[in-house]
């Protein structure tokens, strides 16, 4: 690191990645085998629900913020010669970039057909890579 702002900036995206991973764990965790053991138009009303309401200003900031952050921390690491740290940032940008090819176009095609059998395993797996992908970030970025 070079100075104060880098140090800050790296604070942001490891303390974004972490907070992003623990949402994505729990629904690893908890969220999905919890709805797996519900009717599946029971499951796909709630996992609607869920999506509907995680569209909100302080997750669309930690969202959108830590992909920013992890972007600048990216450039930063590559310029600077520190190469976990561009390796960390990237790993976080993964997760982001999982979530807007992935989950977000499979969240909008449960809204339109709430086909539960057809979301449920390819949302789950992607979920796990966003997971480990933030995961990895944090770890990367704390070396």
């Given at each position: 690191m070079t100075g104060p702002l880098d140090g800050a900036l790296t604070g942001a995206a490891v303390t974004g990645a972490g907070l992003l991973g623990g949402i994505y764990l729990a629904f690893s965790v908890a969220v999905v085998p919890a709805l797996r053991r519900r009717p599946a138009a029971e499951a796909a009303a709630v996992m609607r629900g869920v999506?509907?309401?995680?569209?909100?200003?302080?997750?669309?900031?930690?969202?959108?913020?830590?992909?920013?952050?992890?972007?600048?921390?990216?450039?930063?690491?590559?310029?600077?010669?520190?190469?976990?740290?561009?390796?960390?940032?990237?790993?976080?940008?993964a997760g982001f970039a999982v979530t807007a090819a992935v989950n977000i176009p499979l969240n909008h095609a449960l809204d339109r057909d709430g086909?539960?059998?057809?979301?449920?395993?390819?949302?789950?797996a992607a979920n796990h890579v966003r997971a480990g992908a933030s995961a990895l970030g944090v770890v990367a970025l704390l070396l």
């Open positions: 999506n509907r309401v995680i569209v909100n200003p302080v997750f669309g900031t930690l969202f959108a913020g830590t992909a920013l952050v992890a972007g600048a921390v990216t450039v930063a690491g590559v310029l600077g010669g520190a190469p976990l740290r561009a390796a960390g940032g990237l790993a976080v940008l086909d539960w059998a057809a979301f449920a395993p390819r949302w789950a």
